[in-house]
Structure formats: structure tokens, C-alpha cells
């Protein structure tokens, strides 16, 4: 009967280790951060670029290949506090053979001259097509009317 305690408390205390070390499948936390934005006069408008990095995305393996595609949609606010919203959109699609600790996103686009000197808002709006989970970053920056 002894001998059965003491095997019978060696197995319970593996099964708990296994279970304890296990992957956990926890939920990814998929954020955005390290956002820049820049504008650049054109002469006849503005050329505007924005960059992010994004992690915590769901990532494809297949074949000992990584994939993930991360879409944006870029929101403006004006000076006035007028918004225009999917002013620019796109898609980060990346493929590699190493698992993704995080990726940059960028859009690029232009303004005419219509839209005056002024500090402005630009919102980032990603969403991890593979996870389906959303984030929004933003970031002031102006436009410098003076020549």
C-alpha cells in the first residue's frame, strides 16, 4: 500500500508539472506603439508619413514559415476638429522563416493644398487579419504653412 501512495503521488505531481509547463494558448494582446508621423511640403500639397510597429498579432505557420497580415485605415483630424475618416488605407502582409516579435506598419499619402497650416491629428486604425482583433494609435503633428 505504500509503495502505491508513493507512485500514485509521483504520477499526480508529473501530470501537474506536464500540465504547468504546457502551452498555455494565452490570448494575444495585440498593440500598436512607436508611432511618427511626418509631413513634407510638396510645393503644391503635402506628402504625410506615418509609421508604427504592431506585435501581440496572430501569426500563420506553415511549413516552417511565419505569416501575418495586418490592414490600416488612417483617420485625419483637422485643425477645426473635422474629421475625414480612410483618408489612406492598406495591408502589411510579411512572410519569414523566424517567428515575428513585431512588425512595422506604414502609410504614405498626400494633401493639397486645401488643407491649411495647422496641428492636425492622424489616427491609426490596424487590425489583425489573421486574429480579427483591432487597436487605434494617434498622433499629433502640424503642417507648416511658411514657405
Known amino acids: ?3 502505491f501512495n508513493i507512485l500514485f503521488s509521483i504520477v499526480i505531481f508529473t501530470s501537474l508539472f506536464l500540465v504547468s509547463c504546457g502551452d ?10 512607436s508611432m ?20 501581440g498579432f496572430v501569426q500563420k505557420e506553415e511549413s516552417g514559415n511565419h505569416s501575418t497580415k495586418v490592414s490600416f485605415v488612417v483617420d485625419l483630424v483637422k485643425p477645426d476638429g473635422t474629421k475625414i ?3 489612406a488605407n492598406g ?3 510579411k512572410n519569414q522563416t523566424e517567428k515575428f516579435i513585431d512588425i512595422p506598419v506604414e502609410a504614405q499619402f498626400e494633401l493639397d493644398t486645401t488643407y491649411a497650416a495647422g496641428n492636425y491629428k492622424l489616427i491609426l486604425n490596424l487590425k489583425d487579419e489573421v486574429g480579427k482583433q ?13 514657405d
Open 1 to 3: 500500500m505504500k509503495k
Open 24 to 33: 498555455k494558448n494565452e490570448p494575444l494582446n495585440f498593440e500598436a506603439f
Open 36 to 55: 511618427e508621423v511626418f509631413a513634407y511640403d510638396l510645393g503644391d500639397g503635402y506628402e504625410i508619413n506615418a509609421s508604427v510597429r504592431a506585435k
Open 85 to 87: 475618416s480612410n483618408i
Open 91 to 93: 495591408i502589411q502582409e
Open 134 to 146: 483591432t487597436v487605434a494609435i494617434e498622433k499629433d503633428f502640424s503642417i507648416d504653412g511658411e
